[in-house]
């Protein structure tokens, strides 16, 4: 993966000038022939105000209500502090951990910013955990993070229905994932 040269620099003076906890920017995926992967989308732009200093439960609303919502913690750039205090952590040994710690972020954080800046380069290579056929522990992985972000309600009561609204989009975009499962996958959970 790549990194944008000059993406921790201006990151890290919009947080400290604006006094953001996170910024959060675009990506773009590319292939092992370093051609455009259109399967993985990250761009935003157009879609999220980038001239906002948002309030992150806001902006997390937003991106959950309108389809905008990315789950990559590798397009995020957040104070220490405020990984530190909550304690946000990625749950070990599970898939797509990234949305937990995406979600307690978000939850957790108050000002933050979005930049329409392809800042993130992906490297998709076939075999990965993300090119590979949607299985059993993928859905395994959903389940488990599922699980830990709905015992969050009981650290952010106040933010249950956003809780709620993150789970049923994930519902739905499992089960919608879920017809490329092999029909001889054992599917004991």
């Known amino acids: 993966d790549i990194l944008e040269p000059d993406c921790l ?3 890290l003076e919009l947080c400290t000038s604006e006094d953001l906890d996170y910024v959060t920017f675009d990506a773009v995926s590319f292939d092992e022939q370093g051609e455009t992967d259109s399967n993985f989308k990250y761009q935003r732009s157009g879609l ?10 806001e902006l997390l609303r937003h991106s959950l209500e ?9 397009i995020f750039l957040s104070k220490r502090k405020l990984l530190e205090d ?11 951990e990234d949305n937990y710690f995406v979600l307690k972020l978000m939850l957790c954080a108050d000002k933050c910013r979005y930049l ?3 800042y993130f380069r992906r490297r998709v ?6 090119t590979n056929s ?3 522990r993928n859905i395994k992985g959903y389940v488990r993070v599922s699980q830990e972000v709905k015992s969050m309600e009981k650290s952010f009561p ?8 993150f789970l049923h989009k994930t519902f739905n975009s499992v089960v919608w994932l879920s017809h490329r499962l092999s029909p001889t996958a054992n599917l004991i959970i």
């Open 86 to 96: 909550n304690h946000i952590r990625f749950p070990e040994g599970i898939i797509h």
């Open 125 to 130: 290579r076939p075999g990965s955990t993300m």
């Open 158 to 165: 106040q933010f249950k229905d956003l809780i709620e609204l």
């Open 134 to 136: 949607f299985s059993i």
């Open 116 to 118: 329409a800046r392809e």
């Open 66 to 74: 309108n389809d905008t919502f990315k789950s990559s913690s590798c």
């Open 9 to 11: 620099e201006h990151c």
């Open 48 to 57: 999220i105000r980038e001239d906002l200093i948002w309030d992150s439960r």
